[in-house]
């Protein structure tokens, strides 16, 4: 059930909100907060997602913490909100801010170019670089 709602919430993410624009946009940011809403409640009263540390859970979901604030940037809405989702917020601030993962993020300009490119590629505005 969890590869499921990872590969949901990607999907709903990358292809609905980031590669999309108008209805279909507004369609897959439902969708997010959705898969979103399920991250919470699997989340809820945990620090990660297997109890007290970093696991294998965490590490499959933790493009979350530096992917969804360049999402964000990008198409100009908010996918984690500290109301709807304190605990999923309070786990992509705890996960980002952890050493061995902070110091081997991408670089988040290059990834914001990167998307921005994608993104006006797949709606007919641009070359992917």
């Known amino acids: 059930m969890f590869l499921y709602s990872w590969m949901q919430v990607m999907q709903s993410i ?3 909100v980031l590669l999309k624009e108008g209805k279909e946009q507004e369609e897959g940011f439902a969708a997010s907060m959705e898969n979103l809403k399920y991250l919470e409640e699997e ?3 945990k620090k990660f997602f297997g109890g007290e540390t970093i696991g294998l859970a965490d590490i499959a979901l ?3 913490a530096h992917y969804l ?3 964000e940037e990008i198409v100009g809405l908010k996918l984690i909100d500290q109301e709807k989702f304190p605990s999923l917020a309070a786990w992509k601030q705890e996960f980002a801010n952890a050493p061995i993962i902070r110091e081997n993020w991408p670089d988040r300009d290059k990834l914001v170019t990167k998307y921005v490119a994608v ?3 797949n709606l007919g505005k ?4």
């Not at 641009?126 to 670089?129: A, C, E, F, S, V």
């Open 14 to 16: 990358g292809g609905g």
């Open 43 to 45: 989340i809820r009263g």
């Open 62 to 64: 933790g493009w979350l």
């Open 69 to 71: 604030d360049i999402v």
């Open 119 to 121: 993104r006006e590629a």
């Open 126 to 129: 641009g070359t992917p670089k």
